[in-house]
Nanobody, 115 residues
Framework: QVQLVESGGGLVQAGGSLRLSCTASGSIFSINVMGWFRQAPGKQRELVATITSAGIINSADSVKGRFAISRDNAKNTVFLQMNSLKPEDTAVYYC?????????WGQGTQVTVSS
């Protein structure tokens, strides 16, 4: 089992920045993928960005150039630096951890961007 603890959400004005963090604990294999997904009201959950333990990144076109994902393997922590935030970035952001075919989700953290 893997537990995920997220932090860093909040309310910010358009053009502002936020940084999300997610730390994994428990039975963790060194080769894994951590990332962020988001779900806005009435919409499906969508990819924001993921990063493998080797540092390979996959991100949505809508956030490229504005959001940056990174990780600290020693601390099993993934970060999402969100800059130039837009009202359409408003959503619940979920951390996801995947290894050995298993997938775990965090509880979600609300990000609200006011216009």
């Amino acid at each position: 089992q893997v537990q995920l603890v997220e932090s860093g959400g909040g309310l910010v004005q358009a053009g502002g920045s936020l940084r999300l963090s997610c730390t994994a604990s428990g039975s963790i294999f060194s080769i894994n993928v951590m990332g962020w997904f988001r779900q806005a009201p009435g919409k499906q959950r969508e990819l924001v960005a993921t990063i493998t333990s080797a540092g390979i990144i996959n991100s949505a076109d809508s956030v490229k150039g504005r959001f940056a994902i990174s990780r600290d393997n020693a601390k099993n922590t993934v970060f999402l630096q969100m800059n130039s935030l837009k009202p359409e970035d408003t959503a619940v952001y979920y951390c996801r951890f995947t290894d050995r075919g298993y997938m775990y989700w965090g509880q979600g953290t609300q990000v609200t961007v006011s216009s």
